[in-house]
C-alpha cells in the first residue's frame, strides 16, 4: 500500500518533469547503503519499491535501462552516486528516459559526483552511446576518462528527438585521450532535431587541449546523407582549457556533419588559459567543402577567442550578440 502511493506521487511528478501525459514502469538504479548514502534504505523501508524494480551496484544504470520496455515511456530513477561501468551503454530503445534524483548536477564530475555515469576503462568510445529515438535525460552527469585514445567522447547523440536538461558531459580528461577526435559530447548524423537546455558541455579543470581543431562539442557523421539537422542549445555553458590558439570548442569533423539550422541561445562559450595568457583563434572550426546550414547565435558571448569562426566553408554564422559588429558578443576586459 505504502508503495502504492509512493508510486502514484512519483509518476506524476516524473510526468510533470518530463512533460509527457503518461509514463510506463518506473525502474530504480542505486549503489549500496553507506554512512554518505541513505537511499538504499529509504526505498527499501520506506518507500517500499519492489524489489523487481530495484537495481543495485555500479551497473545498475545499464540494468535498469536493460529491464525497461521501448515505446511505453519507461523511466530509470537514478539515486545519487557515482556508477562507474566498464562498458559503453548502448541505449538503444525509443522512448526510455533517465532521470537523476538528485537535481540538476551541471557543473560536477565523478570525482564529486551527484548522479554521474562514468568509465575509466580502456578503449570505451563513448560512455553512453545513444541510438534510441525520443529519450530524455535531466540531471546526469556523463564523463569518459579512460586512459586510451580510442576512449573519445561521455555521450553520443545518434538518435532523433534527444532532449537534456541539466546535465554535464566531461572528455578528454586526461593526457592519454586528449586526442584531437576526442570530445566532451558528439553529435552524430541521426542526432537530429536535439534540445539542450542548462547543460554543460566540457571541462576547464581537468587537462590541458592541444591538439588543433579539437573541440568539446563535435559534429562527426562522414555519410553525406545523415547529416545532424536542426539542433538548438539553450543556456548552455561550454567550457575548454587550452594554450593552443587552434584548438577550437565546437569542431565539425568533416563537411558532412551539420545540415539545416543549429541554434545556440543565450550560450556562453569560455577558453581558460594560464594567467589569461592564450587566446584561441575560433570558437566554431569547420572544414573546406561544408554543405549548407545556418549556425545562429542568439544573446550569446565567448571569452578566450579571437573570432567566433575564422573560415566560412559553406557555412552562414548569424547572430544578434551586443555590439553589432563582425566580432559582437566576444568577450573584452571591461576599462574604466
Same mark, same amino acid.
Given at each position: ?57 555500479? $551497473?545498475?544504470?545499464?540494468? @535498469? /535501462?536493460?529491464?525497461?520496455?521501448? %515505446? ?6 537514478? #539515486?545519487? +552516486? !557515482? ?65 586510451? $585514445?580510442?576512449?573519445?567522447? @561521455? /555521450?553520443?547523440?545518434?538518435?532523433? %528527438? ?6 554535464? #558531459?566531461? +572528455? !578528454? ?164
Amino acid at each position: 500500500m505504502k508503495w502504492q502511493t509512493y508510486e502514484l506521487y512519483l509518476r506524476n511528478l516524473m510526468a510533470q518533469k518530463l512533460d509527457i501525459p503518461v509514463l510506463g514502469k518506473l525502474h530504480f538504479a542505486c549503489l549500496a547503503g553507506s554512512s554518505t548514502s541513505l537511499f538504499e534504505e529509504w526505498m527499501r523501508t520506506e518507500m517500499d519499491i519492489p524489489a523487481d524494480l530495484i537495481f543495485m551496484g555500479a $551497473t545498475a544504470p545499464a540494468l @535498469a /535501462f536493460e529491464a525497461a520496455s521501448a %515505446n511505453r515511456n519507461d523511466a530509470v530513477l537514478i #539515486f545519487p +552516486g !557515482a556508477y562507474q561501468i566498464a562498458s559503453e551503454l548502448a541505449w538503444n530503445k525509443d522512448r526510455v528516459h533517465a532521470v537523476g534524483m538528485g537535481g540538476p548536477t551541471s557543473f560536477n564530475d565523478y570525482s564529486e559526483a551527484n548522479v554521474s555515469i562514468y568509465t575509466t576503462e580502456a578503449g570505451v568510445a563513448e560512455t553512453v552511446d545513444l541510438t534510441g529515438d525520443h529519450c530524455q535525460f535531466q540531471g546526469i552527469n556523463f564523463a569518459n576518462n579512460g586512459a586510451n $585514445t580510442g576512449n573519445l567522447a @561521455a /555521450f553520443n547523440v545518434d538518435g532523433y %528527438n534527444a532532449q537534456f536538461s541539466g546535465c554535464s #558531459f566531461h +572528455g !578528454a580528461m586526461n593526457t592519454t585521450n586528449c586526442v584531437a577526435a576526442a570530445a566532451a559530447l558528439y553529435i552524430d548524423g541521426l542526432g537530429s532535431w536535439y534540445q539542450f537546455k542548462n547543460c554543460v558541455i566540457g571541462d576547464d579543470n581537468w587537462f590541458i587541449r592541444d591538439s588543433a581543431n579539437s573541440g568539446q562539442l563535435a559534429y562527426v557523421q562522414t555519410v553525406s546523407a545523415l547529416c545532424s539537422q536542426h539542433g538548438k542549445f539553450e543556456d548552455c555553458r561550454f567550457r575548454l582549457a587550452s594554450e593552443t590558439d587552434t584548438v577550437a570548442m565546437v569542431r565539425q569533423a568533416d563537411q558532412y556533419g551539420v545540415d539545416r539550422i543549429h541554434e545556440f541561445i543565450r550560450c556562453s562559450f569560455t577558453n581558460h588559459s594560464v594567467n589569461y595568457g592564450a587566446t584561441l583563434n575560433q570558437v566554431f572550426y569547420n572544414p573546406p567543402g561544408m554543405i549548407t546550414n545556418s549556425i545562429l547565435l542568439r544573446d550569446c558571448i565567448a571569452s578566450g577567442f579571437t573570432e567566433w569562426q575564422t573560415t566560412d566553408h559553406g557555412l552562414m554564422y548569424q547572430g544578434n550578440q551586443p555590439t553589432a559588429v563582425k566580432n559582437g558578443g566576444l568577450a573584452v576586459e571591461l576599462v574604466t
